[in-house]
């Protein structure tokens, strides 16, 4: 919403070394270098006419050679005033971070004046997950007899069987699953590709669909989506969402349970069945190691659960 501000600012020093200046150039770079999404194009574009917009009202001058970490110290103490969350805070100063690592390897700025800053501390909550007996109950509530029942059945198994992101199930083409194989190719994020594997019984409900429930849905020859919606077309993710929301109305579950909240059922039930953090890092396509962490924490909150729960002297 501030990017008419930083046009503005922009003619008023069209001289200077602005931070607007670069922001297209550091976008381009983002897109076809890293090939990020429009959501993320997006975010880091609104994080830095913000940064820009609290430049101009402190007083600052919007050069980024000349930004230092006590502006950006300043900037985070804004945040908080305004009363902005820790997690809104860290992601705003990690753009910056990235956006003058960029510029310093442009040769525009001598330092990041980010680097050094640190964010408020961030409460890593547990991600919601389902219990067996839960699991079990949602995936058997979609009827077997309709085109949609068939659809949603098949979805929810994908989701459980196989850890995808919502977006990357609504992305899948009809000719995705290898039937015979039982291997998923999946775009995730930044367009990389992966292969997981998908368990017979999600197998079967997607074969069934396929043979059932897609031929129903279709309408137009040419659509390549392997979930439809009822006008034929590609499924948003909205109704995936949508769609989950309704089953777990119907087995009367007061949690908040969404399609994230099945990929991390999938991530914590391999790791309660064994698998090691390496493999449910590859399966769920995370680049980090540290962001598949997170699970053994939750079973860790479990097992402490069965301990206090069974325990004579706990």
Known sequence: MFLPTLIESQRRRPGENTVKEHLDAFLTHLQHERQSSPHTLDAYSRDAALFLEFLEQSGYTADAACVTPRQVRHYLGAMRREGLGATTAARRLSALRTFFKYLKKQGVVDANPAALVESARRERKLPEH??????????????????????????????????????????????????????????????KERIVFVGGSAERAVKEYLDK??????QDPAETGLFLNRSGGRITVRSIQRMVKKYIREIALVRDITPHSLRHTFATHLLEGGADLRTVQGLLGHASLSTTQIYTHVTNERLKDVHTQTHPRA
């Open 213 to 218: 429930g897609r031929p129903s849905l279709l």
């Open 130 to 191: 389902l219990f067996d007996a839960e699991i079990r109950s949602l995936l058997d509530v979609p009827p077997g007899n309709t085109p949609s029942g068939l659809r949603d059945r098949a979805m929810l198994e994908m989701l459980y069987a196989t850890g995808l992101r919502v977006s990357e199930l609504a992305a899948l083409d009809a000719n995705a699953l290898d039937q015979g194989s039982g291997e998923l190719r999946v775009r995730g994020k930044r367009g």
